[in-house]
């Protein structure tokens, strides 16, 4: 089962950037896709951002255009790039590694926007 760590949340104030870094213990390209995704209190976890191996990526509706995901195949590690960020961004991030059914988690990383 890989390991995955989650890097970067903190506190920030709204229109403010945060990058998180997600490393993997194993060679990222053993999955199908790696993404992030986040949970506020009383919601269900959404899809942030995802990319496939082939290096296509996805975003939910409410970050497009704000946030970008990467990769770092070198360093085994997936970043997300948060900027103007909103009040409505605070959730929990996690991680994700998915291989057909089969989904890895990360701890999650909790990110805190104040207006």
């Known amino acids: 089962q890989v390991q995955l760590a989650e890097f970067g949340g903190g506190s920030v104030h709204a229109g403010g950037s945060l990058e998180l870094s997600c490393v993997a213990s194993e060679n990222i390209f053993n999955f199908n896709a790696m993404g992030w995704y986040r949970q506020a209190p009383g919601k269900e976890r959404e899809l942030v951002a995802r990319?496939?191996?082939?290096?296509?990526?996805t975003y939910g509706d409410s970050v497009k255009g704000r946030f970008a995901i990467s990769r770092d195949s070198a360093k085994n590690t997936v970043y997300l790039q948060m900027n103007s960020l909103k009040a409505e961004d605070t959730a929990v991030y996690y991680c994700n590694a998915r291989t057909g059914v089969m989904n890895d988690w990360g701890q999650g990383t909790q990110v805190t926007v104040s207006s």
């Open positions: 990319i496939n191996v082939g290096g296509m990526t």
